[in-house]
């Protein structure tokens, strides 16, 4: 294999291309693994077959992957039986009995709060935000598209900023096996160089607060239209009591964070993220399982059926998962990172590695809809690019991550964009046409934070 041929450059590109014109992340991660394994295998259409088959094969040996996968599918399995118990409409009743919203500018910042309090899974957050929120938005005359606004650029940003959750277990999965003298703590410094999630919420509580909005949002009418039929957010009323949410969510959040300090020594930057989320959910499982149990809610039979829906539900979030472990591991070994590290080092101003990385990574989610996909195809060119050009990794890497969150949820394909739509009952289009011009100022803020930041770096 020889590094310095620009044919290293093709399966992350034919990937990319087969994303925006299908729009569709497996297909695109499938096609960028058997193209990878093909050309290193020097054209071999049957060493190409069984290299894709045994590196989809090899991302299950790992223990890191397994627990991510693990955890992953439990997630889906507490989101359902937090809906079916009643947990989140209790949650929803108890709000409204304690009289916490009295203004339209307490009714703006109730999902906003919500969306960055429950920063362990997106889709939870977002449901909860939304339920909570509709009736309120609606008794002040707000519109549902500022609500869709509020909770799609509230619950992904935060959830890649406060990393306790899947989103950090997946990154450091992607971090694995270049050699980072410290994995968790370059993740946890990619806080500090992560502008466009930060602008982003700077934005939505800047909203909220001052009840303003601009662009096409100010043409948005209250109320306009209801939420959709095809949404099962049934629950069981007469049971359902707050704890059945509230308890095995701070559980995750706690006990993630003992675990990470148990497992790193008494340091969480040196924790297992995987390993420390992965008990953590299944506890909370367990937890909810065991409440539900007793109060008579459900019975062992409906417990596994209600778990194994959610399961089914997110096999297709760890399909994706699956391929983009072994896609990023193929382009490891054939050397594309390694290629274009020292391609852009001779050619390309130091200066504008982390805007390229960040509108590659804004392009890509947009056009697939995921950001993980992105993650895993951009983020083994970040790691050696800023190995080799001296730059800090976590610089790098943070770039990558707010592009892909810029364009996951920007994107009208992406799971995000239309949970929020869903879990606000606004139209979609209208959500995304509403929400990209906020999408795209924080965009070229954070772009103009890499410049400088950049300049700094490289003056230092």
């Not at 992953?72 to 009995?97: D, H, R, T, Y």
């Not at 606004?149 to 999965?173: E, H, K, Q, R």
């Not at 049934?234 to 006990?255: D, F, H, K, W």
């Not at 297709?316 to 998962?321: K, R």
Request: proline share 4%; aromatic share 10%.
């Amino acid at each position: 294999m020889v590094l310095e041929n620009s044919f290293t450059l093709l399966p992350p590109l034919v990937a990319i291309a087969i994303a925006v014109w299908r729009k569709n992340a497996i297909l695109a991660l499938a096609v960028g693994i058997v193209l990878t394994w093909w050309m290193s295998a020097g054209l071999d259409p049957v060493a190409a077959v069984t290299g894709s088959v045994t590196g989809i094969l090899a991302v299950f040996e790992g223990a890191g992957n397994q627990r991510i996968f693990i955890f992953s599918l439990l997630i889906g399995s507490l989101l359902v039986l937090m809906n079916k118990s009643g947990g989140v409409n209790a949650f929803i009743a108890q709000l409204a009995a304690k009289k916490l919203v009295t203004n339209p500018r307490q009714a703006s910042l109730l999902p906003a709060i919500i969306g960055t309090s429950i920063f362990t899974d997106t889709n939870l957050s977002m449901f909860t935000a939304g339920i909570a929120s509709q009736s309120l938005f609606d008794k002040y005359g707000l519109s549902r598209a500022r609500l869709a606004y509020i909770l799609d650029s509230t619950c992904s940003p935060v959830s890649i900023l406060l990393l306790v959750n899947g989103w950090g277990a997946y990154i450091l999965g992607l971090l694995d096996g270049y050699q980072l003298i410290d994995t968790v703590g370059v993740l946890i410094d990619t806080v500090f160089y992560n502008f466009y999630p930060i602008i982003v919420l700077v934005m939505v509580y800047y909203t909220a607060f001052s009840t303003k909005v601009y662009g096409p949002m100010r043409h948005s009418q209250a109320n306009e239209v209801s939420a959709p039929d095809s949404i099962d957010t049934s629950v069981n009323e007469q049971t359902g009591r707050a704890r059945y949410l509230l308890l095995p969510m701070a559980l995750i959040c706690v006990l993630t964070l003992l675990l990470l300090a148990y497992s790193g020594d008494g340091d969480i930057r040196r924790g297992s993220g995987s390993w420390s989320v992965m008990w953590s959910v299944i506890t909370a499982w367990l937890l909810l399982c065991a409440m539900l149990m007793k109060d008579k809610v459900f019975n062992l039979s409906e417990l596994f059926s209600h778990s194994l829906a959610g399961i089914k539900q997110l096999l297709p979030v760890v399909l994706i998962l699956v391929l983009s472990f072994a896609f990023g591991d193929a382009v490891k070994a054939y050397g594309t990172g390694t290629y274009v590290s020292q391609a852009l080092n001779q050619d390309f101003p130091l200066i504008l590695f982390a805007p390229l990385m960040f509108v590659i990574a804004g392009i890509m989610a947009f056009a697939t809809g995921t950001s993980w996909g992105t993650f895993a195809i951009l983020m083994p060119i970040a790691v050696p690019l800023a190995l080799s050009s001296g730059l800090p990794p976590e610089f790098l890497v943070a770039a990558v991550l707010g592009g892909g969150i810029f364009g996951d949820h920007s994107s009208p394909i992406s799971d995000s964009t239309i949970i929020a739509s869903l879990a606000s009952g606004c139209d979609h289009i209208e959500h995304v046409k509403t929400q990209l011009p906020y999408n795209v100022v924080a965009a070229a803020l954070a772009m103009i934070g890499y410049l400088v930041m950049g300049y700094y770096l490289i003056g230092r």
